[in-house]
C-alpha cells in the first residue's frame, strides 16, 4: 500500500468518493480549497492503482483538525487508518498539541478506530451535520 499527498489528477475520484461516501458531502470548491491550501495536509493510500483512504486536515496554531477521513470497505483492517492518525500526531508539538476530528455520531465504527489509538470523546456537537450530532474526538499530545 502506497501512502501519498494528494494530487491535481486525483481530483475527480476523490469528489467521487467524497459524494457517495461521505455523511455530509463538500461541495468542490471547498473540497479543492481544503486540499490546496498552504496549511492544509491532504494524504491518500492507495493499492494497485485504486483509491481507498483519503485525510484531509489543517494545520492550526493549536491544533491539527481533521477535515475528512474516509476509507473504503476493502481498506478497512489494512492499518491505513492509524498510519494516518499516526501522521497527524507525528506533527503535534509542545505548542500545537491537539488533533481534532468531528465524528458524526452514527459512525461507531470511526469513533473505535479513533478511540483505538488514543482519541477520547470529549463534547457532544448538536446538529453539527444539519440533522445529525457529532463527537469531537481529541488526541492530546503529552
Not at 476509507?71 to 501522521?87: D, K
Not at 498539541?97 to 456537537?125: C, H, I, M
Amino acid at each position: 500500500m502506497l501512502i501519498r499527498k494528494i494530487t491535481r489528477k486525483d481530483m475527480p475520484y476523490i469528489v467521487k468518493m467524497e459524494k457517495v461516501l461521505s455523511h455530509d458531502p463538500l461541495n468542490d470548491l471547498t473540497f479543492h480549497t481544503y486540499v490546496y491550501s498552504a496549511v492544509t495536509i491532504s494524504m491518500l493510500a492507495e493499492e494497485n492503482n485504486m483509491i481507498g483512504a483519503y485525510i484531509i486536515a489543517s494545520i492550526k496554531d493549536t491544533k491539527i483538525l481533521i477535515h475528512r477521513f474516509v476509507c473504503v470497505t476493502n481498506f478497512i483492517g489494512s492499518n491505513v487508518e492509524t498510519t494516518f492518525l499516526n501522521l497527524m500526531k507525528e506533527r503535534c508539538t509542545n505548542t500545537r498539541n491537539k488533533v481534532e476530528y468531528r465524528v458524526p455520531e452514527r459512525n461507531l465504527r470511526q469513533q473505535l478506530v479513533l478511540r483505538d489509538n488514543g482519541f477520547l470523546a470529549t463534547k457532544v456537537e448538536r446538529d453539527y451535520y444539519r440533522t445529525e450530532d457529532a463527537y469531537l474526538m481529541e488526541w492530546t499530545y503529552k
